[in-house]
């Protein structure tokens, strides 16, 4: 840090001090102010075209586009001065003389930087009386529709195709006020990445036909969780609508994802809200699966494990926190466990460096292994006649009933009752990630938290509650009441946890020992007030 | 179709028929043999191939009368570029035409200092005289269309004209006829 | 002279003395008239000391801008290690001028030598020459001239000789004003849409290919033979009012006046006898309503303005309006300012790039505006709206345009009311002069 020239300004009154280079607009953030903006964005090349960002600069003659000019030393910057305020007002009468009344019917709604500018600075009323522009609605494939005539030309999207996906499908089409967002015919937007113009476009000209007239945006709840779609580990916000997962949306992390999250992820979302759950304990008695109660569960459960050697099928999807205390089920009198994790394409997003739809489609590969689980596409091999089968959260499609049938006895811990478990001796409902909190650790190594996003169904519990009481049932230990304890539990037991906990990962995460070096500073305010924290 | 189709500021260019894929006739590459060489020769004049794009554009003009889209996406291989990009700068300016056009193409300038000169005039002598009618519609025998275009740069020769790529000065409403009898 | 006309005797012809005669045209007609001897010269010359020429002489920018040239060139100092560039901007497209189409056809090897030379002095192996695409006359004129001069080794590896490279090409425009801007010109070099880029980094230092880079207007680079002849005394001797504008410069005239042509005066010279001695006056002799001088993007005169404006760069600006691009649109009584004004506003919202979002829906809606006013469906709000808009399209832009577009109609409201009022009370159109509805 000692290399970096520090600027000294004053921008509203504030004294801000940040390294040379830095734009107004950026240096003004620092200073807790936001000058509106449109074209202007932290993970885009610079545009300078919306011309909302014009502030006042002192002895400069006229306003400057505060994204596009560096601080000079000694600068006294007016974000609200009159001059200011007018030209900011007359960039929102000009956007929206053209712009059709489509707040009622238009998925921005609520989160439109138009409506919030308009509404800040904007003119109480309209003084264009001429007829509107229109063009027709347009199908960029992909997830992607354009609506032009809600287009302000930002750009934004043009940008994040050509220099952060390197695949120039978008362009714009004509010049002056016929100008709008064009591509060309036969190639659609069918990047893997494509999906993230939708969120960089601050209104509604380009929506997610997924997401299409299906919520508004101020009836859903966020929370911070991570993508379980791969092992990149993106930051992600899930988007909840009573109770059901109704859209996901990248969360900023400048070491992970930058701003982004790939259409595969940000679209598996369904599975999350599926209704065929297990939402009781069950346990077989007189030849039958029986609900029961959680407490005789558990125990039902300890007494097939008590003297036996088990094999744990586990799953990349469990968080770190289920992992570490599975594998200490498995270990007990000696006992193996492994995993299988599906595959795909990888998909990197070539402008960023080292982000990528990963071949393993599932968050915790890495986690799984560091807690001793054997990867393997017969996960199976390892299961010796007599031992007892933990299915932890793995659908068993594709393994036939003779392989399970070598084991004693069958334990379903998961989110559903697979069928070819009908044999299972107990099972016991948990929850999935967006029901719990947790931790996965990425690719990299990187220990990134998740929060509980929806409420549980039925009387599932979160897998680290539940792992927690068999191990406490079977004398190992007292139970955990707090994820933070089990990870407290793991930090102390593991050598590449050391150091961490929840407060030091924050909401941005922390790579583990051995990795990209040791933890990483301890994040601000526990809830990740990392850098780059700016709106995507 | 034109843009926008309602509102906005009309283009004096055009209305622009999209074929569909499926309708159009294969396309016959334009640069090959000498031609792939003039553009290979315009290439070597820039430090970039993107530079010679604008030549390259004006090069399939010359040959085909127009820009397709199947034109803008060989231009878009033989430059190293995307087709999307090729057209986003093929729609930025006025002179490509990006469908076939008549015969003759008459460009007339009625901005301001021809305004006040008879351009108008010299627009509804032309749209009479070959029956055209319309703006940026074919004449009935499907020789000539007729637009009015900004500025052409010759003001003091007031009302200039192009034919295709001829550039015809001092044009008033009594010469059109006489112009248009020239014409094969 | 005023060509097409004989040259008037108040005139002082030196770009212009050739306009006219076919001769001039080739090589062997330019070297008879003392072609490419200045070139000769400035090959044997420092390239500093041909800078310090121009800067010396006082040449501005003739395309309109009016900066000072020997201080531009100095900015693109040779030895950084990096390639040069020079571009010549032949993109003229500002209504009302037409001076370069004339340098081009009948003295295409002044500009070809012109170049040489700036190019020569600032360190730059190419030049590109940017012409517009309609101007295909100047397009065939050029390709010969800059074959000719390749054929007779005065361009090339080995630039007459001395061992320089001076290459030189011609770049097709393909119908967009807005590439006669020099960023955006540099951007449709580049292979792009023609969207002005933000300053800085200056073209001196980051311009096509990022490389430092400087353009200059054709008749800027055409005047420079001469003066590297004559001297920069001589140059700077031709001024007849202020001592920052020297030289002659090519009026473009048009519109309603006796004999529309390109006319060539010393830098002070009257305006009121440059147009009603000089030109002629008026067409059969009506009366003159009021002068754009500088192309379109200058603010319009009225006649008393005009008469009372000495011919330079402060001239003008003394007198309301702007020298620009030296293009004289004549408007006379019979027109009505309403309609000139809507039809200069909608050639702005045709050629705005649509970047910045005050000259994207600016240009379109003041077009819409003052049509309604012209077609009597105006209102006196209409003028409110249309003072404010030009305020908020005034300095908030990446380049000019914006601005431009709101000059006639600010300057037109602000000196002609009367005429937009008469239409939204509902009369005919309304001649000032006259007053007669």
Redesign the interface.
Known sequence: MADVKMINLTIEGRPVSVPEGTSILEAAKTAGILIPHYCYHPGLP???????C?VEVEKA???V?SC?SAVAEGQVVRVHAERAL??RQ??L???L??HPLDCPICDQSGECELQDYTFQEGRADS??????????VEDFGGDVLYV?NRC??CTRCVRFMDDVAH??????????????I??????DLTHAWAGNVVDLCPVGALLSKDFLNKSRAWELDRTASICPSCTQGCNTMLEVREGTVTRIKPRPNEDVNKFFMCDHGRLNYRWINRTDRAENPHVRTDGRLRSIDWDVAVHAAASLLRDSRAFVLASPFLSNEALHLLSRVMRRNGGAGAFRVAVGEEAPLAGVEDLSLRRDRAANVHGAELFGFKRSDRPLEGLRDGDVLVVADDDLDGIGAEEIARASHLIVIGTILPATAHEAGVLLPITNFAEEEGTFTNLRGRVQRFLQAKPAPGSARPSWLVLGDLLGALGEQDSFYLPSDVFESIAKSHSAFSGLSYETLGLRGLPVLGEAGSPGPVAADGLGAGAGGARP | MSRPLVGGLESPDLASHDTPAHEREPHVPVFMGAVRQELDEIVARYPSKMAALLPALWIVQRERGWVSEDSMAEVAVALALTPAYVKGVVTFYTMYHQHPVTKYFIQVCTTSPCGICGAEDVVKALLRHTRAGELGVPSPDDRFTVIEVECLGACGFATPIMINDEFIESVTAQSVPEILARLA | MGYPHPSHPRETPILSRHFGEPEARTLHGWRGRGGYQALEKALGMAQGDIVNIVKDSGLRGRGGAGFPTGMKWSFMKPGDGKPHYLCCNADESEPGTFKDREIMRWTPHALVEGCAIAAYAMGAETTYIYIRGEFTEPLVWMDRAIREAYDAGILGANAMGSGKRLDVHVHKGAGAYICGEETALMESLEGKRGNPRIKPPFPAVSGVFGMPTTINNVETLAAVPAILMQGAEWYKGMSLSNPKSTGTKLYSVCGNIKRPGTYEVVMGFPFGEFLHDVCGGGVERRKLKAVIPGGASVPIQTMAEAEATLMDYEGFVAQGSMLGSGGVIVIDENQSMVRVIARLARFFAHESCGQCTQCREGTAWMTKIVERIRDGQGTMEDLDTLLDMADNMTGTTICVLSDSCAVPVVSGIKKFRSEFEALIQGKRFYNVLTQVA
């Not at chain 1, 003084?127 to 027709?136: A, E, L, T, V």
């Not at chain 1, 064009?182 to 190639?187: A, H, I, M, T, V």
């Open positions: 610079v545009a300078g075209v919306c011309r909302m014009l003659p006229k306003l586009p596009a007018e030209a007359g960039v009468e000009f956007l003389i053209n003084r264009y009386r001429d007829p509107k522009r229109f063009n027709p032009p302000i030309l695949d120039t499908v978008l362009n714009v089409s004509e010049r002056g006020d016929r100008a709008l064009g591509k060309f015919e036969g190639k």
